[in-house]
């Protein structure tokens, strides 16, 4: 059983910056995917004009590095201009049913 999380934030631009935040952070992601432990952070545009992240990490060890790190300040700071409001982030376990490689991230 992997020891993985996930995790899945979700950002709340400002009304019509939906598009500045997703171009502010993007040159925040090559950092963050080289950092050790990083499986998966992608960034999805919403129906409801939100960003979500998707994220995976090797363990909670590595998470909690990427916390600590330079890579999530500059993405913190890259965003703060274009939120309405602040994140809202969830840490998920895994509670797959059926194929497990269909079945989890």
Do not use: N
Not at 46 to 75: F, M, N, P, Q, Y
Not at 78 to 83: L, N
């Amino acid at each position: 059983m992997s020891d993985s999380i996930v995790v899945l934030a979700r950002l709340y631009p400002a009304e019509g910056r939906q598009q500045d935040l997703l171009d502010a952070i993007a040159p925040t992601f090559a950092a963050i995917h080289a950092e050790e432990g990083c499986q998966l952070f992608a960034a999805h545009s919403a129906s409801d004009g939100t960003v979500v992240l998707i994220e995976k990490w090797e363990s909670r060890a590595a998470l909690d590095a990427h916390g600590r790190g330079g890579a999530v300040r500059a993405l913190r700071s890259a965003r703060a201009e274009f939120e309405a409001r602040p994140a809202q982030v969830e840490l998920l376990t895994p509670s797959p049913p059926g194929a497990t490689a269909k079945g989890r991230l």
